[in-house]
């Protein structure tokens, strides 16, 4: 069996099981057992592949074609120029939330040795890329879900990367402390939309994508706690679901932000929210 046909038979299963994008998929998944980048796979598609990846890669196949995600599968995916290892542990990082990121080191640009919390960091995507771009920031990484926080140490120890992991409920393990910047990418999903999510994102932790009857339950407890969070001159950077930019604005400037500015993600769509309150 060639790799060439190994890829046709998986993407006519893929496509019957109705996975969005069964060409990539298949490929990907086919370079991941056989150690090769995709460039590099795609120059040699004739050569015989053997039994035993013949066999591993219709295992993999079955398990896309019931829609586990392809992050999943390989443990593994790219986040701002990271390797970061995720599983079902843990929300699987997207590409607008690197924007987030990218927010947080501008504000961070001029502030020397910034205390930062990544809250609710999941994967720890946010909190170790800060790191790794900014060496002399001080990053704690907080979160409810103890598996969790077991991906986002493992994540760090592979980048090699010093950070403070502590575990509890919102801001209660950071409690009498004072950060530049706050970053987090909440649950935002109402709680009444999740069964309309693709198959793939149900999969994800329910706890890292139910928002409660509105989507906003997280942003009230953080407009009505974070400013007690945050050093002189410091930011709450948060992420936003679709259609709640306006509405979380609102909510903070009702509590006392001075500040309110939205920035869109690469759709277009109000993503990120920053807010400061006053010194």
Known sequence: MTPRNLILQAVRSL???????????????LSFLMGLPPLELRMDMEHTVSAEIVSAYG?????????IPLQYLTESVRFHGLDFRVD???L???PETEQLVDWGLEILKNV????VLDLCCGSGCIGLSIRAARSDAAVTLTDLSEEALAVARG?????RLRVEFLHGNFLQPVRQRSFDLILTNPPYIPTGDLSDLQREVRLEPIMALDGGT????FYRRLAAEGALYLSPGGALLMELGIGEGEAVSALFRRTGAIQTELRK???????MLLVRFGE
């Open 92 to 94: 699987i990082p997207r």
């Open 88 to 90: 079902s542990r843990v």
């Open 155 to 159: 994540n760090a120890e592979q980048l």
């Open 265 to 271: 993600d690469f759709a277009g769509i109000d993503r």
């Open 15 to 29: 496509k019957e099981a109705g996975v969005p994008d069964p060409e990539t998929d298949a490929a990907l998944l």
């Open 214 to 217: 509105d989507g906003m339950d």
């Open 112 to 115: 020397a040795a910034p205390a």
């Open 59 to 67: 295992d993999l196949i079955g398990k896309r074609q019931q829609r």
